[in-house]
């Protein structure tokens, strides 16, 4: 099978130009002013840009978490997903405490294979790391797991101690694999919250108001301490606010081997919306909090400057009726997380460059070229180029949509709400190809299933 896309504004993170590109199978061959190539399907992209499928490095999919699992599975996850012009995701497989981590990783594999329609990695969540286990971290990244989440959140739950934290950094560092840090002091916070429920504070806006910056600040701080001493790369994940971004660019400052993501939701939601009537609230429960909106700016920043590698969504979806109604009585127990994974393209399309925030070349950036450089997916992902895999994205860059869960064109995941309900955007990822298969096009569904795992490579090797 072959395809021509004609006539493009094509965008990587560094180039601008027109030109057509040819898709023989999974990978681009010809890319040049008028090719004279013959294909099965021609794509006409004038007027449109031509940008590399965007990457999600930050999902959570049939994930078990607060008592129930995360809405989307890897069928209707993924599907979202090329529907919002994101052509490789990375979620997390996790450690069962006491198990092995390799069982873990069999379980998420058995989760993904025969549903996934577009590519997917795995990081893996550590929830404990005894001397014993380390071996395992090698076999993992043999099998194109190399990188590592860890939490200093949800105690009792995913938390794991100092000790644990310092002995996977060490490994992982040895290993040439990276770590990737949810960083905010669960214990302090958990404190606050046993207080606050005491005082009979359980509508949703405590989840927020019980988790202050300074935890999540104090949480980056001693990451990247620790990360220093353990000499592993390091990656914090969701970063929310300015407290936190603070101390990155301290670190880097210092010449560190630093990095964060932020989310379209600390970039785009604040904490107004934990003060909506009613438990509506509940509907962005999610750690760490939506905060003031003053910290957007910063974050914009952050990310016109570098100190922000790239944006993720932490796509963890429940539904507002049954899943996120499980803390009716009290925040703590509705489930944390909120959907995202379909909308991160338009949204950062249209806040971003629209918005005057970004260029064309830093929005591809964000949404998908940095994800493959820090991932280990590059250049096989994550760009344009002659023999990199046909993941692709013809953008419009003019459309306007409105977000809304009730809009077949912006909501495809299995989540009875939207994050960015009545959101009007500018952008649409009109056709989408992974790896040279048209999986969307015009906001039809062509293909499902034929996505496949991508083992990735180490930290700062090439992925072919
Ligand atoms: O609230 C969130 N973020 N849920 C997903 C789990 C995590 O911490 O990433
Ligand atoms: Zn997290
Ligand atoms: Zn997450």
Redesign the pocket.
């Known amino acids: 099978m072959s395809v021509l896309i004609r006539n493009g504004r094509v965008i990587t993170s560094a180039d601008d130009y027109f030109a057509d590109i040819f898709i023989q199978g999974e990978k681009i061959t010809h890319i040049g002013a008028s090719l004279p190539h013959r294909a099965d399907h021609v794509i006409d992209a004038t007027n449109k840009l031509v940008i590399p499928g965007g990457i999600d490095p930050h999902t959570?999919l049939d994930m078990p978490?607060g008592g129930t699992t995360s809405a989307d599975d890897f069928a209707s996850g993924t599907r979202a997903a090329a529907f919002g012009g994101t052509t490789t995701l990375i979620d997390f497989a996790i450690q069962s405490k006491g198990r092995s981590t390799l069982e873990g990783l069999d379980t998420w594999h058995a989760k993904a294979e025969g549903k996934a329609t577009i590519d997917y990695g795995f990081h893996m969540i550590v929830t404990d790391m005894p001397e014993e286990r380390l071996g395992e971290m090698e076999r993992l990244a043999d099998s194109g797991v190399t990188s590592y989440k860890l939490?200093m959140?949800y105690p009792g739950v995913l938390y794991v101690d100092d000790g644990v934290l310092y002995r996977t950094f060490r490994q992982a560092g040895e290993n040439h694999t990276m770590i990737c840090m949810?960083a905010e002091n669960g214990i302090v916070i958990d404190e606050i919250v046993k207080r606050a429920v005491a005082e009979g504070k359980t509508e949703p806006r405590w989840h927020a108001l019980t988790r202050p910056t300074r935890m999540e600040a104090e949480g980056v701080f001693r990451s990247i301490a620790i990360a220093e001493v353990a000499n592993v790369p390091l990656h914090i994940?969701?970063l929310s606010c300015h407290d936190a971004l603070e101390q990155v660019k301290l670190a880097r400052d210092r010449g560190l081997n630093v990095q964060a993501e932020t989310c379209p939701q600390y970039l785009l939601l604040d904490h107004s919306y934990y003060e909506r009537p009613g438990f509506e609230g509940a509907k962005w429960v999610?750690?760490p909090a939506l905060r003031e909106k003053w910290n957007q700016d910063k974050l914009w920043e952050g990310l016109r400057m570098g100190d922000l590698a790239l944006v993720a969504t932490?796509h963890?979806p429940f539904c507002f009726k049954g899943q996120k109604e499980l803390g009716l009585d009290s925040f703590t127990k509705i489930p944390?997380?909120a959907p995202g994974l379909e909308n991160r393209m338009s949204l950062i399309y249209s806040a971003g460059v629209a918005g005057g925030r970004l260029t064309l070349n830093q929005f591809v950036n964000l949404t998908s070229t940095a994800a493959a450089r820090t991932f280990g997916l590059f250049p096989k992902k994550g760009t344009v180029a002659v023999g990199s895999d046909a993941d692709l994205v013809v953008f419009d860059p003019d459309r306007r949509t409105v977000i809304s869960a009730g809009n077949p064109d912006t909501h495809h995941m299995r989540v009875d709400y939207s994050a960015y309900e009545g959101v009007e955007v500018q952008g649409w990822p009109e056709v989408v190809l992974s790896r040279g298969r048209v999986v969307v096009d015009s906001g039809r569904q062509l293909l499902s299933g034929g996505g496949r795992f991508v083992r990735r490579a180490r930290y700062g090797e090439l992925l072919r």
């Open positions: 959570h978490f939490f959140a949810h994940v969701h999610m750690t932490d963890c944390n997380g």
